[in-house]
Each structure stands twice: as structure tokens, then as C-alpha cells.
């Protein structure tokens, strides 16, 4: 869906995933300078909008999502996943509920599949579940933020902000209101992101992706529940500690003009571009205080202390997930 608030003065649509809001304002840097500080909102209403009501929602979500959520408290905010029957991740919810009604935000043009899967397993369990993203856009406030949710507005707040889920008609009010800040784009959110080590389904993942190699074990997956789809991939790779791949966060050589795009090869610095390919990079940015950096899958047995090459870039890893 196109955000009313490309029609802002500096507005830059963003591409790929984003589109539908803006990338960036006019100043990338400044941007991600304003969000870290505490300040701003990011449009994130491209994003799928899914609830889930019914006296019986949170007990029949239990038994379908990674996370424990059948005692979950209203307004305290989770994220969880779905798996297949092998184990690899098919979507990512990011979850509140608000006493009647369990509110989720998922990437854009997921909800459509996410709801189909939901249908198909509802039976006789009392619960709707509905598709809300006409209705209502997610706009994100950073940790620290004093801008107020307006009244009757569902929050969820985690460590890293509040999402609002606004009704899509006050958008514009919202932006409208010097007490909200000004707005942020996409790529400032991404920047830290990816500073901050987390994975996002489409980015870090493909279709074999399972939860241990990107460190979603300790956000969105509860490992004394069973009974969902993929639980005994999850138990298995646990018990073994042994996932196939591992999430690294790279610091990329800032002389190099062009970041690596998603899906560059990422090889050992002393095979040269030639060498054996051991992962790909998921995610690059520009960072206002760190400059070019990114995220990457890589084999499990890469070396934590190896020099990396991301296509001809150099880059040195941090460890995000324990090989």
C-alpha cells in the first residue's frame, strides 16, 4: 500500500520489500541520528496488519506459534514464528494483545498467506481472524521517545520503541503534529537494525532458514513448549547445537563506494573473490556512526576470527550466533 506521506517535502520512495513508504527524507544520516536519539517516527505502514480474536485466541495461538503465548499479558508485547514440518521459518509476527484482541504487524504482502494458514487451522476453536491493513497503519516511535500514542491506539512496546498500530485514516494527523517529530525513513530504521544484530524474515531468511542460525531462539522461540509445527527441528538442532549456518555482523571496508548488495558471496579474505564461497550477505547498510556494515549467513565452521571478503569488499565478522 502507498503511503500518504510520500507526499512529504523531501520524500524518497523506498525499493524492493519497503516500497510503499519512504526510504529517507532527505538525510540519511541525520535521520538515523534523530532515531537513535530517542526522536522521530518511522511510516511503517506497508506492513500487513493481522488480529486474532476470540475467548479462545491466545490458548489456539499457543498451539500453532514458537512462542509461548497462552498466559500472555495484555499489552505485553512478544514476537514469535511459524514454522513448516521441517523446521524452517515461513513468517514472523510481532504480537500484542490488548485483552480482546491479539494485534500482529508482519512484512509487507505476508498476511495474505499468514491468514490463509491461520484458516486452515482453526476448526472448531473459537477465534476470527481478520486482515486489518487497510484499516490500520504500524508506525514505529524509538526507544526513548516522548511522543505520546494517541488515546484508544494500540501500543506495543518493546526495548527498541513503541508500534502504534494507528488507524490508517489519522496518518496524516499523526505526521501533522510537531509533538511526534519529524519523520524517518526506512533506511535510518534498517541501520540500526542491522547495528542492533536482528534478523527480519525476507532479509536474513530463505527457504531453509531454521530459528538457531539467526539467534531468533531468544526472541521468538519458547523451548519448553512443543506441540507447533517444526518443533522437533527446534528441539533436535538445540539439543545438538548444531544449525547448519550462523548469523555475522560485518564491518565492511569503508573505501569501497558500492555496498554489497543482498545475495553477494561472502568467502574467506585469504582465498581472494575466486575462493569457495561459505555464505552471502542478507543485509548492507550505512551507518551514521560505524559506517558500512551488514549482515550475513555463513557456514557454521567459518572460523569466528576469519578475515571475510563480501564480493570484493573486505570485511571483518562479529560473532552474533555461536558457531
Not at 520512495?13 to 517516527?41: I, K, M, N, S
Not at 494507528?166 to 530504521?189: C, E, K, T
Not at 564491518?251 to 569501497?256: C, I, N, T
Request: net charge negative; with cysteine.
Amino acid at each position: 500500500m502507498k503511503s500518504p506521506l510520500l507526499s512529504l517535502p523531501g520524500a524518497v520512495p523506498a525499493e524492493g520489500r519497503d516500497e510503499g513508504v519512504a526510504a529517507h527524507y532527505g538525510d540519511l544520516f541525520r535521520e538515523q541520528r534523530t532515531l537513535a536519539d530517542g526522536a522521530g517516527f518511522v511510516d511503517l505502514s506497508h506492513r500487513g496488519v493481522v488480529t486474532v480474536s476470540g475467548e479462545e485466541r491466545l490458548s489456539w495461538l499457543h498451539l500453532l506459534l514458537t512462542q509461548h503465548v497462552s498466559e500472555l499479558p495484555p499489552g505485553q508485547a512478544t514476537e514469535a514464528l511459524i514454522l513448516s514440518a521441517h523446521g524452517h521459518i515461513e513468517h514472523a509476527l510481532y504480537l500484542v494483545d490488548d485483552g480482546e484482541t491479539v494485534w500482529a504487524h508482519v512484512e509487507p504482502g505476508t498476511q495474505d498467506a499468514l491468514i490463509a494458514y491461520l484458516e486452515s487451522m482453526k476448526f472448531f476453536y473459537k477465534v476470527e481472524i481478520a486482515d486489518r491493513t487497510e484499516e490500520f497503519a504500524v508506525v514505529h516511535l524509538p526507544a526513548g521517545s516522548i511522543a505520546a500514542a494517541p488515546g484508544g491506539v494500540v501500543v506495543r512496546e518493546t526495548p527498541y520503541g513503541r508500534d502504534l498500530f494507528l488507524p490508517r485514516a489519522d496518518l496524516q494527523a499523526f505526521a501533522a503534529d510537531p509533538g511526534n517529530g519529524p519523520p524517518i525513513g526506512v533506511l535510518a530504521l534498517e541501520a540500526l537494525r542491522v547495528e542492533a544484530h536482528r534478523p527480519r524474515l525476507g532479509f536474513e531468511t530463505d527457504h531453509r532458514t531454521i530459528p538457531h542460525e539467526l539467534g531468533w531462539l531468544d526472541s521468538a522461540v519458547h523451548l519448553q513448549k512443543g506441540c507447533y509445527r517444526g518443533q522437533e527441528t527446534v528441539a533436535r538442532v538445540h539439543n545438538l547445537g548444531k544449525p547448519p549456518r550462523r548469523l555475522v555482523f560485518l564491518h565492511l571496508d569503508g573505501s569501497e563506494v558500492h555496498l554489497p548488495v543482498p545475495g553477494t558471496p561472502v568467502r574467506k579474505a585469504e582465498d581472494g573473490a575466486e575462493g569457495r564461497q561459505l555464505g552471502f550477505v542478507t543485509t548492507s547498510a550505512r551507518h551514521h556512526e560505524l559506517g558500512p556494515i551488514a549482515l550475513a549467513l555463513v557456514k557454521r565452521n567459518v572460523p569466528v576470527d576469519a578475515p571475510l571478503l563480501a564480493g570484493e569488499t573486505a570485511a571483518s565478522q562479529e560473532v552474533v550466533v555461536e558457531p
